[in-house]
């Protein structure tokens, strides 16, 4: 069974710059995640999806962080502008149910530098 | 809200010693506990979870956790430590099933030789 999927691994910007990351999840998994972790500390959640659904966004930094699950399965995750504070690993996560009794799969991230 | 406390950012054991790391939760309900572990450029990884079934919980690579309600503690153990064990680990909680996990801060495991 193929896990989850990120693209791309690194990617080095300038401030101000945008960028885009990429996750395809495992496939029939109905929930997939975003999670931002900067060094140093643990995953925060940014979104979660149900489907393509957004079922929380509470920490999304909606004014310059963005998201979408088109068709329920892949997803993007987009920051315009971008910040020095944004640099961190962005976790793609799928789950085949809701959280908590379930078990989260996680892809091997993608770690955005900001310049 | 729910969230977990990891006592201790790095620990250091000797190769075949004991690994204890510590994790305290805080939640408003009984709680659904997970430890994860995170090997260099790599994605999380689940050791082990509990909800609400055993308080003493296995895991894979011969690890495992007990739930202690009195003291509000979920403490991850293996009884001899491996080089292989060397990563970051991350005591995580939910409120329920469909809720969110949420993440402690990490703990970083070196393995002495």
């Known amino acids: 069974e193929a896990g989850v999927a990120q693209s791309p691994r690194y990617k080095i910007i300038e401030k101000r710059q945008s960028v885009a990351f990429w996750c395809n999840p495992i496939?029939?998994?109905?929930?997939l995640y975003w999670y931002q972790q900067i060094l140093g500390q643990g995953p925060k959640l940014l979104i979660q999806f149900q489907n393509n659904g957004v079922v929380d966004d509470s920490q999304l930094p909606k004014d310059r962080f963005s998201a979408e699950r088109l068709k329920g399965v892949d997803s993007t995750l987009k920051i315009q502008p971008a910040k020095l504070e944004d640099s961190a690993v962005y976790l793609c996560a799928s789950s085949p149910h809701g959280t908590g009794a379930g078990e989260l799969f996680f892809g091997e991230g993608s770690r955005l530098t900001v310049l | 809200a729910q969230s977990v406390t990891q006592l201790g950012s790095h620990v250091s054991v000797s190769e075949g010693a004991l690994v204890l790391l510590r994790c305290n939760y805080s939640s408003s309900v009984p709680p659904y506990l997970f430890w994860y572990v995170q090997y260099p450029n790599q994605g999380l990884q689940l050791l082990l979870k509990?909800?609400?079934?055993?308080?003493l919980v296995k895991g894979i690579n011969g690890f495992e956790a007990e739930f202690k309600k009195s003291e509000t503690s979920f403490h991850l153990t293996k009884p001899s430590a491996h080089m292989s064990d060397a990563a970051e680990y991350f005591c995580a909680v939910s409120l329920n099933r469909d809720d969110k996990i949420i993440f402690g801060k990490g703990t970083r495991l070196h393995i002495l030789p």
């Open positions: 496939s029939g998994h109905a929930t």
């Open positions: 509990y909800t609400s079934a055993a308080t």
